[in-house]
């Protein structure tokens, strides 16, 4: 059983070594990678957005509304479009993820991700190296599901934006004009239906059962198998980027048991207060504590 142990590393040089003579390089992404880039759900980016439903439903961050039962799916798709559009659709504040993709453009490289706002993508990684585990907020899905199919959602969102009042810049920023109040309905011709069976659509993002797997996923999951395939026996960086613990067994304890049992593999962690290893591995470990776009700006020095 491994443990949990803040190995005693924190030196970047060891990093930066590590990463420079690595044959190739596995990525793990979590969600503190992206609030590094400045996509957080609360405060600034929520009250800018958020505020009439903040005020009228008395929740205070972007992920409690995303929850909240709204009484008609026009209000539901009013608050989810806005959602959508900032978190996907917007470049993030800071390049945090342009910065990772510079440290490994000319490696083998390959990202497992839990993130779900195509920010790799944004940042110029090759989506053939990508794999996106728990969806994609530019998806949708039939909410049944009836079929497996995704369907991109761009088009409506940008409508649904539009129809509460909101404008797109010419560089894609959501501003709302001076003197509009914002609309916390869509019209209901703008309701995504399912294109088989009728039923409401939903966002492909795993969070229950009706989660779809759809053609994109399942190839992304063999080229995934098939890079580790290939790199086995070679000197392989697992390079775990600010992955916290709320599903820790997609990237964390996988990285964890792939660095135990392969012989030339390296672990690094970084994470803002939870740049753990285990015992077992602490060894060919490197944990480094701080903000990751910092880390990545002291590696690129």
């Known amino acids: 059983m491994f443990k949990r142990k803040i190995p005693q590393s924190n030196d970047i040089h060891l990093l930066r070594e590590a990463l420079s003579t690595a044959d190739a390089v596995l990525i793990g992404a979590g969600?503190?990678?992206?609030?590094?880039?400045?996509?957080?759900?609360?405060?600034?980016?929520?009250d800018t957005y958020f505020q009439d439903f903040a005020k009228t439903y008395h929740f205070n961050d972007m992920y409690s509304g995303g929850f909240y039962p709204y009484n008609t799916l026009e209000e539901h798709w009013a608050y989810w479009s806005r959602y959508i559009y900032i978190n996907r659709y917007m470049d993030a504040p800071k390049p945090v993820y342009n910065k990772l993709y510079e440290l490994v453009q000319d490696k083998d490289y390959f990202v497992l991700t839990t993130n779900v706002d195509h920010c790799f993508q944004k940042a110029g990684f090759d989506t053939h190296k990508l794999f996106y585990t728990q969806g994609d907020y530019g998806l949708f899905q039939c909410s049944e599901p009836c079929h497996t199919a995704t369907y991109e959602n761009k088009d409506t969102i940008c409508k649904m934006v539009e129809s509460q009042g909101y404008v797109i810049d010419e560089n894609g920023m959501l501003t709302l004009p001076e003197g509009i109040i914002p609309k916390m309905t869509i019209p209901s011709e703008l309701i995504p239906h399912c294109p088989k069976c009728g039923k409401p659509m939903s966002m492909n993002l795993r969070s229950d059962h009706t989660f779809v797997e759809d053609e994109g996923w399942h190839r992304a999951a063999e080229r995934y198998a098939d890079f580790l395939r290939r790199h086995r026996n070679t000197k392989i960086l697992f390079f775990e980027a600010a992955v916290g613990f709320n599903t820790p067994?997609?990237?964390?304890?996988?990285?964890?048991?792939m660095a135990y049992e392969w012989k030339d593999a390296i672990y690094a962690c970084l994470n803002a207060g939870e740049a753990y290893a285990p015992d077992e591995i602490k060894n060919k470990s490197i944990c480094m504590n701080g903000d990751i776009g910092q880390i990545l700006n002291q590696l690129k020095k």
Do not use: D, M, P, Q
């Not at 969600?31 to 929520?46: K, M, P």
């Not at 067994?249 to 048991?257: A, E, H, L, V």
């Open 31 to 46: 969600a503190g990678l992206s609030t590094s880039a400045g996509f957080v759900y609360t405060g600034e980016r929520f």
């Open 249 to 257: 067994t997609i990237i964390k304890y996988s990285f964890w048991r």
